[in-house]
């Protein structure tokens, strides 16, 4: 049972600096798998410079990896042919942040929907085709008479995100790799936008990428998540049971400075310590880790399972056994997790 | 729309002296013989009068007649070579900033070498090299062969800007191939800086074959402005004191260049909004 | 910040250091002005944080620059009074007014971190606002007091000597707030100072932020979106919709029972990270500034709407001393 989209041990470097000497590493030796049977809606959490938007390019082919493989069905990504790639855009779709660049200023919003269908033949009449968009935009929550027709620069920035979600949905994918989709959008509307993409994933049976800085969103959305931090995973598991009793010092950190809507100001007080030093070697949080040991500058910890359904990348928990390269995703999908009640933190 | 050609003076300028030049030609074809454009149709170095608005010069050229032939020829030069530049450019500078890699690499170098070289010089060579005196048609070619370059470059610096936005990422999503993604999401949006591109282009070529022309090198027995021009030089007209030789050429040629100059301003302003003065 | 819920810090009876009454802001647009900030009238006592809250296209953002009076044509002030302490601010002359902002009335504008001046080192910077105001010090007084400024906001000292692009982006914001201070101003008015930045480094920025407040024992108002972002720090929150100051009233009461259906619906919109629950939004959208809907702005949207709010915009009415509602039902 082959794997339908798989990152196996792919480091993606980029050039910068005035000659092009400086490398920034985006995203380090990292392997992932998404199942093709089982759909589920992942979170992907990080900030900025963690990789997370890297990843969601690695995926969709849009960057080729700098070492490493990125598979579809079992076939090199970057090897496919006309028909191979085709197929590629059949199963795996996106939907980016910006509800404003998406589109071509030159043409009205039916554009983006009419051309999958018309590339992909997805109708056999125009039509046909007509109804399948219909359909795709009453499943986003919009009304076609009030968005076929119209130019981006009429409507709004949720409107448009949403006509984005359609269009996604029209190819009818396995996968959506969902890049911080409601970032730019109204605090009232996210909620709105999430919840049609949620539905999605419920009813079709679509798997969900969804990558995000926003944990709250992420939690609410989500079955299991992926911590990353700077280019590695910090942690992963069942989006509960890592959301409430979080294991790596960096979820904690990330957790505890999330300003709550509750009329109990627990923002808590202890400033965090350090900088970041991008030339250390060992564990990448260990300079501002308030458990920081003495291993955890000179060796970088793997992922070790500490439950069925999650794992933490950090020396405290080496007790644990440590997971074989690559196998992040079984964390990721184990059925255990929905009935098992949520340790104390 | 009316409103905003008020509001867009350059525009307005460009279209109304390209305008009076186009009537000018329109009702000169249908009106003036241009049998009379050639020697010996007329009593030689007369000023202007009724019979000879525009006067006659040394060999009896009727300068009205010799101004409404051949101001459609020098036009017709400009045209040609500056379609020809901005289209081949347009192919060049797509595919290299598309595509980047060796592609990008090629065209950008023969086009920055190329462009190193004066043009005015690389022109004369090929003019004198040409057997026989050169018809219009082949200054046009003359001229095309450098007016691509310059087009390219820009063009492909435009498109560069656009290659990284949202849509084409989208188009590539929708499973849009490359020479589609260029077609239909990149070139829509280039149309007014494309437009703007052969404006200054065919503005160019004309200059070019107005200086060609001025050395003696253009077509030898066509009235057209830059020979013209050759024969006040070379007759030295204005130590003569035969002031409308020079004059009627002269305004032609200015409100050509005039013409084409807030025609381009005018739509660089329309391409690049920010250039907008607002309402 | 403390524990317990907020000490009644912006309920003292001490004169209001700022008075908002009345502001009116319009736009012209090619088809008739649009009103951007709709009659708001708020006032905010010293020392005392105050979040204005609300979507996009709410004016909030317009709302902060027109105190300041650095609204630029098509904008103009159509009417309305603000008051810093005794001051009128719209009586005064440009050049008065000038030498008040940054002096009297300081801000940390949208996006500041990345208008940093990419050529000109921190320190320079903060000494040119200083030099601007007619701050007469001697070369090295300045100096030292830079980098007291500096220190104050948590900052290295050296980081003086950098320039904006050797800072990540929390160092940057908080070089914005040092620049803000540097006149001890009454009030601060900070648009979105964390918007681009991540939460951890969010969490250092507005401890900076609260602390400096305290110590020059100024009033801040806080415009932004993120609701969690309010209810840790502010002690009044104003929520505007539509241009309207729609529901004021202390944090914890907003929290816990909104009298405002938008408010309301808001805070129930907010995903939570105690419990997963529906994702619920709120229905609609937002309207257009040029294009509201008749009466209530709210009403398209709102569960409780009846006819009375189609055809009756409803007033700003004072609920206890520092609470107000612009609802038929509340």
Known sequence: MTALLELRDVTKTFAGGVLGRERKVALERFSFAIDSDRPRVTAVVGESGSGKTTLARLLLGLVPPSTGEVLFKGCDLHGLNAAGRQDFRHHVQAIFQDPYEVYNPFYRVDHVLTTPVRKFRLAASKSAGHALIEQALHAVGLQPGEILGRYPHQLSGGQRQRIMVARALLLRPRLIVADEPVSMVDASLRATILGSLRKLHEELGISILYITHDLATAYQVADSILVLYRATVAEAGDVEHVVQAPQHPYTQLLIGSIPRVSTLRDWAAEPVQGERDSTATGCRFADRCPAAMPRCRTASPPLFQTAPNRAAACFLYDGAPALP??????????????QAPVPAA | MLGYIRRNASLLIGVTLLGILAIFMIVGAFTIDTDNAQPLSAPALQPPSWDYPFGTDRQGRDLLAVMVAGTPLTLWVGFVAGIIGVGVGSVLAFTAAYYGGIADTVIRSIADIGLTIPG????????????????????????ASLAWLNPTR???????????????????????SGPEIILRELMPNLLPYLSATLVASISGAILAAVGLEFLGLGPVDSPTLGMTLYWVQFNAAIINGWWWWWTAPLVVILMVFLGLFFLTVGLDEIANPRLRRSA | MSNAAPTPRGQSNAAPVLRVEGLRVAYDHARGPVRAVDDVSFSLSPHERFGLAGESGSGKSTMALSILRMIKPPGRIEGGEVWLEDIELSQLAPDAMRRLRLAGIAMVPQGSMNSLNPVVRIRDQIGDALADHGTKLSRRALAARVRDLLVDVGLPPETGDKYQHELSGGMKQRACIAIAICLR???????EPTSALDVVVQRQVMETLGRVQAELGAAVILVGHD????????????????????????????????????????????????????????????????????????????????????????????????????????
């Open chain 3, 185 to 191: 101003p009454k009030v601060i008015i900070a648009d």
């Open chain 1, 325 to 338: 390269e690559g196998k992040v995703a079984t964390v990721l999908s184990a059925e255990t997790a929905r």
């Open chain 3, 227 to 330: 609701m969690g972002l309010m209810a840790q720090f502010v002690d009044r929150l104003g929520i505007m919709y539509a241009g309207r100051l729609v529901e004021v009233a202390p944090i914890g009461e907003i929290i816990t029972a909104p009298r405002h259906p938008y408010t309301r619906l808001l805070i129930e919109s907010l995903p939570s990270l105690e419990k997963k629950g529906g994702l619920r939004g709120i229905p609609g959208l937002a309207p257009l500034l040029r294009d509201l809907p008749s009466g209530c702005a709210f009403h398209p949207r709102c569960p409780r709407a009846e006819a009375r709010c189609r055809l009756e915009k409803p007033a700003v009415r004072p609920i206890g001393p520092d609470a107000t509602v612009a609802c038929h039902f509340a």
């Open chain 2, 120 to 143: 005015l010089l690389v022109l004369i060579i090929i003019a004198v090299s040409l057997k026989g005196s050169l018809t219009v048609n082949q200054m046009a070619i003359v001229v």
């Open chain 2, 154 to 176: 820009t063009i492909r610096s435009q498109v560069l800007t656009l290659r990284e936005r949202g849509y084409v990422e989208i188009a590539r999503l929708n499973g849009m």
